[in-house]
C-alpha cells in the first residue's frame, strides 16, 4: 500500500485563501477585523445600520420617555414659533407703516415762498390766485394757500372783551391767514359751525375759525352763540372750529382768517406756504410743476418740499423692522437649540447601560452616535412643523383683529420645519459624540 508522505488532516490552503471573502450589501467587500497584533481575526465588521432600522431606533428612543420628548419638543416649537411669529408681524407692521407712510408722507408737497427783496415797487412771488393754477395741475388733489408772519406768530387772544382783575387776560396764539380750501389742504375736518368761504373773503367779513386746540384754551366749545375773539384792538367772530389735522398740526392753536380780513386788519396778505396733496405717484411730477404755475417769472425762486423716492423709504423701513425681530426670533431659537442639547445629553447619561450594551453586542460608534443624532433630529423636526403652524395662525389671528393683511414669506413658513430639524441635528452632535466614545466595559460597569 502506498503511503503517502502527508500525516494527519490534509493540507490546509494558505491564509489569505483560506479566509473567506464575504461581500457587504450594497457597498463591496466587507473588510475583515484585525487583532492588535495586526493579525486577521476571521470575524467580518458589522454592517451599517439601514435607515429604517435608524429610524425606528430613533422613533422608540423619543416614545420611550414621552412627557421628557415632548416638553424637549416645546422648546423647539417656542423657539421655531417665536421666529415665524415676529418676522410675519414685522413684515405685516412694516407693511402698515409703508402703506401710512404712502398715504400721508409720500402725497404732500409744501412749496415755500420767500418775502420778496425790499424795495418800494416789490411785487409778491406768489398771489391767493396762484392756488387756482396748482389746482389745475395733473395729479394734484387739494390745495391751499397761507399766509404768516413773525407779528402774527405770537398774538394775545382773548375769548371776551371784559378783563378782570387776577384773572386770565387771555392765550398767547398764532394769528394766520388762509384759503378757503385749507380744510381739505390739511385733511381735517370742521367739528363745529363751518369754514369761512367765497363769500366771507368778498365781502371782507370779520369771521375766524379757531383751531380746535386753540378753541379749546379760549374755553369756546361751539359756535352756536356767535362766540368772539379779541385781539389788536378788533374783534372776530367764531364761526367755526378745525380740527383733526394730519398735515400742519400747529394750525389747532391758530386763529385762522379770512385772506381780505388780515390785510385790512392785520396787515397779512403775502403768501409764505402753500400745502399741495397729490395722488399717490405724483408728488415728483407736482413738484417739479407747481412753482411754475404759481410764479411763472420767478418759478428758481420758490423752494419745493416733495417726499423721498417710495422704493428706497419703503426697503429701509421693511428692512429695519425685519432686522429687529429677526435679532428676536433668532435668540428664541437658540434658546430651544439649548434646551434640546441639554435634555439629549441627559438622555445620553442615564442611558449609559443600554449604549454599553448595544455596543457590546455589536453596535458601531456610528451606530450609536447616529441613534442619538436622529432622536435629536426627530425633536426639531416635530417642534418645527407644530411652532411654525402656530405662528402662521397667529400672524394671521392677529392681523384680523388689526383689520391688517397679513404678509408672510411662505417660504418662512416651509422653511421653518427644515431649520427645526437643524437645529435639533446640531444640538445633538455633542450629546451623540459623547454617547458614541463610550466603551463597551466601562459603560456595562457604570451604574444605572
Known amino acids: 500500500m502506498k503511503t503517502s508522505h502527508r500525516t494527519g488532516a490534509p493540507d490546509e490552503a494558505p491564509a489569505e485563501s483560506r479566509q473567506k471573502r464575504l461581500i457587504r450589501p450594497g457597498r463591496g467587500r466587507r473588510p475583515r477585523l484585525r487583532s492588535a497584533e495586526g493579525q486577521d481575526s476571521g470575524q467580518v465588521e458589522r454592517p451599517w445600520i439601514s435607515p429604517r432600522d435608524l429610524w425606528t431606533e430613533a422613533l422608540s428612543g423619543v416614545l420611550a420617555r414621552p412627557v421628557r420628548s415632548a416638553l424637549t419638543t416645546l422648546g423647539t416649537?417656542?423657539?421655531?414659533?417665536?421666529?415665524?411669529?415676529?418676522?410675519?408681524?414685522?413684515?405685516?407692521?412694516?407693511?402698515?407703516?409703508?402703506?401710512?407712510?404712502?398715504?400721508?408722507?409720500?402725497?404732500?408737497?409744501?412749496?415755500?415762498?420767500?418775502?420778496?427783496?425790499?424795495?418800494?415797487?416789490?411785487?409778491?412771488?406768489?398771489?391767493?390766485?396762484?392756488?387756482?393754477?396748482?389746482?389745475?395741475?395733473?395729479?394734484?388733489?387739494?390745495?391751499?394757500?397761507?399766509?404768516?408772519?413773525?407779528?402774527?406768530?405770537?398774538?394775545?387772544?382773548?375769548?371776551?372783551?371784559?378783563?378782570?382783575?387776577?384773572?386770565?387776560?387771555?392765550?398767547?396764539?398764532?394769528?394766520?391767514?388762509?384759503?378757503?380750501?385749507?380744510?381739505?389742504?390739511?385733511r381735517g375736518a370742521v367739528t363745529a359751525g363751518r369754514f369761512y368761504d367765497t363769500g366771507d373773503i368778498d365781502r371782507h367779513e370779520r369771521v375766524a375759525v379757531l383751531g380746535d386746540q386753540a378753541a379749546r384754551l379760549l374755553g369756546i366749545k361751539g359756535v352756536a352763540d356767535a362766540p368772539a375773539v379779541f385781539f389788536d384792538g378788533h374783534s372776530f367772530t367764531v364761526i367755526g372750529i378745525l380740527g383733526g389735522f394730519q398735515r400742519e398740526q400747529r394750525l389747532s392753536t391758530s386763529v385762522i382768517l379770512p385772506p381780505t380780513t388780515a390785510r385790512d386788519r392785520l396787515g397779512l396778505d403775502m403768501v409764505n406756504r402753500v400745502l399741495i396733496n397729490t395722488s399717490l405717484g405724483a408728488a415728483q411730477q407736482v413738484a417739479r410743476q407747481s412753482p411754475t404755475a404759481l410764479s411763472p417769472n420767478n418759478a428758481k425762486a420758490l423752494t419745493v418740499l416733495a417726499p423721498p423716492d417710495l422704493s428706497k423709504a419703503r426697503k429701509g423701513v421693511q428692512g429695519d423692522v425685519n432686522g429687529l425681530f429677526l435679532v428676536l426670533g433668532l435668540v428664541s431659537l437658540i434658546v430651544g437649540a439649548i434646551g434640546i442639547a441639554n435634555v439629549t445629553l441627559v438622555t445620553v447619561m442615564e442611558r449609559v447601560g443600554e449604549i454599553g450594551l448595544r455596543r457590546a453586542l455589536g453596535a458601531s460608534r456610528r451606530q450609536i452616535a447616529g441613534q442619538f443624532l436622529m432622536e435629536s433630529t426627530m425633536i426639531g423636526l416635530l417642534g418645527g412643523v407644530i411652532g411654525a403652524s402656530l405662528g402662521v395662525v397667529v400672524v394671521v389671528s392677529a392681523s384680523a383683529l388689526k383689520d391688517w393683511t397679513p404678509v408672510l414669506d411662505s417660504r418662512l413658513a416651509l422653511g421653518a420645519p427644515v431649520a427645526g430639524a437643524l437645529v435639533g441635528l446640531l444640538a445633538g452632535v455633542y450629546p451623540a459624540l459623547r454617547a458614541s466614545r463610550m466603551e463597551p466595559v466601562e459603560a456595562l460597569r457604570a451604574p444605572s
Open 77 to 186: 416649537v417656542l423657539g421655531i414659533g417665536t421666529l415665524v411669529i415676529t418676522i410675519g408681524v414685522a413684515s405685516t407692521a412694516a407693511n402698515q407703516i409703508v402703506g401710512r407712510f404712502d398715504a400721508l408722507t409720500a402725497t404732500s408737497v409744501t412749496v415755500v415762498v420767500p418775502p420778496p427783496p425790499p424795495s418800494s415797487d416789490a411785487v409778491p412771488l406768489a398771489d391767493w390766485r396762484g392756488v387756482d393754477a396748482v389746482d389745475r395741475l395733473a395729479g394734484v388733489e387739494s390745495s391751499a394757500a397761507l399766509a404768516e408772519s413773525d407779528k402774527t406768530a405770537a398774538v394775545q387772544v382773548r375769548a371776551n372783551d371784559v378783563v378782570t382783575p387776577g384773572g386770565v387776560s387771555g392765550q398767547t396764539l398764532a394769528v394766520v391767514a388762509a384759503s378757503p380750501s385749507l380744510p381739505t389742504a390739511v
